[in-house]
């Protein structure tokens, strides 16, 4: 392989872009992967674990061939020289209290409120489909969720603006009967409920709570019985699924919380299909009264509701921690949207407890951080729709083929506020996992209740 010195002293190939490299970055990481192009300023690089990322050409020491990972590229007798220092690294118990994870995390969240606030009124979030509402209602929910775990939309900011603009939005749209939300509408009211409960916890009104009140009653008139909620509001195609009804119920536990009248009834009868979901290895079928291969991304999501919404510390419910604790290396994989998947693993992980949170990011630190560009939004990735059989987990996985079409469909903006709300949860700030007993939570790493 022949290399060339461009950038300033960076090596770089010159060989095919597929060929199998090296980049061994300032900061003294090392990342094996490909190359797929280059210019003067970065480098867009797919890992070995199939992460596609972007680094910045200043913060690369050199990229050099795979077979030299294993030890110097300098003489034994000729140490390396040290690396320049690139602010400050991150800390030994990292995501805690680590200087370097804040100031990342505020510049990807930050670059992405500069965007929504000067983007049409319609099209908050940078996403593919500018203006379905059944994907802008649910993006913005969520980054704005994001955004209260951060603490700052009490205070006149970026953060305060951009949320004000996200609840005009989410507020008109969650409840509108339009043609553009009527096959995914219950996602659309799910999310918004969910977004909306969760700011009334942090600045209550009384008409905040009006409309929260009206978007409870829209979804409890929507649920299939016990079976959980469908995409429409109507019964029709394969019928309701735990999917879905991981959002419904998390909704209605969420307003539930906050004193909004909600038929008990129907909310018990909604978490019970999450339960029935379970397993007997814990994974998290398709469907509530039916199994189907089980998910790590399914499983941490209906485990984060019955533990976060519902209060349940059942057999079920460590059965689910369980399976999640074993399977999180595949976290990332689940089935239409792999993003979202991850999002319900972390959730899981936080709902579960500091130890299982905290496992879930060494595990998952450096699928975050090499998925982050160099502008600070993220990119979607190529993972796969991957499950487990419910019976017989040691079979190992099943990859399905060609249903994660949703995510490269959405884009790099529908990517970045997955992960920021992923990347959030394994900080201890995100306001879905944080404590809702007792005083608000405060200290570092808590969110501002």
């Known amino acids: ?74 003489p034994a007798n000729q140490p390396r020289p040290a690396a320049a220092p690139e602010g400050p690294k991150h800390s030994d118990d990292c995501p805690e209290n680590c200087r370097r994870c804040e100031q990342m995390f505020r510049h990807s969240l930050d670059g992405l409120c500069a965007k929504v606030l000067v983007r049409p009124q319609l099209t908050p979030v940078p996403v593919k489909l500018d203006t379905w509402p059944a994907l802008q209602v649910p993006a913005s929910s969520v980054l704005g969720i994001v955004l209260l775990g951060e603490g700052e939309v009490g205070r006149p900011g970026l953060h305060q603006r951009t949320v004000l603009q996200l609840t005009r939005f989410v507020s008109t749209w969650a409840e509108r009967d339009h043609p553009h939300l009527q096959a995914h509408r219950t996602w659309a009211v799910a999310f918004g409920t969910l977004f909306l409960a969760e700011l009334h916890r942090t600045a209550p009104s009384a008409s905040l709570r009006r409309k929260i009140q009206r978007l409870v009653r829209l979804l409890e008139s929507s649920r299939q019985g016990s079976e959980g909620w469908c995409h429409q509001f109507e019964r029709s195609g394969y019928g309701p699924f735990i999917g879905v009804t991981i959002w419904c119920a998390a909704a209605l536990g969420a307003a539930k919380q906050q004193g909004i009248d909600v038929d ?55 059965r689910a921690e369980g399976f999640l604790a074993r399977h999180l290396d595949d976290a990332p994989n689940g089935h239409a949207s792999p993003l979202m998947n991850f999002g319900w693993s972390a959730l899981g992980a936080g709902a579960a407890g500091p130890k299982t949170n905290r496992r879930f990011w060494l595990v998952h630190r450096d699928t975050v951080l090499q998925a982050r560009h160099v502008s600070g939004s993220f990119g979607v990735q190529p993972w796969k729709d991957i499950g487990f059989s419910a019976f017989n987990e040691a079979r190992g996985p099943f990859e399905a083929k060609g249903t994660t079409w949703p995510d490269r469909m959405y884009g790099d903006g529908w990517a970045t506020v997955w992960m920021l709300l992923t990347w959030q949860a394994g900080r201890g700030r995100c306001v879905l996992t944080a404590s809702t007993d007792g005083p608000p939570a405060s200290g570092k790493g808590a969110p501002a209740r």
């Open 1 to 74: 392989m022949r290399w060339v010195v461009i950038c300033g002293g960076l090596l770089m190939a010159a060989a095919a872009a597929e060929a199998e490299v090296v980049v061994r970055l300032k900061n003294g990481r090392s990342i094996r992967g490909e190359v797929i192009e280059q210019d003067s300023k970065s480098l867009r690089f797919r890992t070995a674990s199939g992460i596609t990322t972007e680094l910045n050409a200043e913060d690369i020491a050199d990229i050099g061939p795979a077979a030299e990972a294993a030890g110097p590229r300098a």
């Open 264 to 318: 008990e009834d129907g909310v018990a009868e909604a978490f019970a299909a999450l339960r029935k979901s379970i397993g007997q290895t814990g994974g998290a079928s398709y469907y509530a009264d039916q199994p189907s291969l089980v998910s790590v991304g399914r499983t941490g999501g209906v485990l984060w509701v019955l533990r976060h919404y519902a209060g349940l510390d059942s057999a079920e419910t460590r």
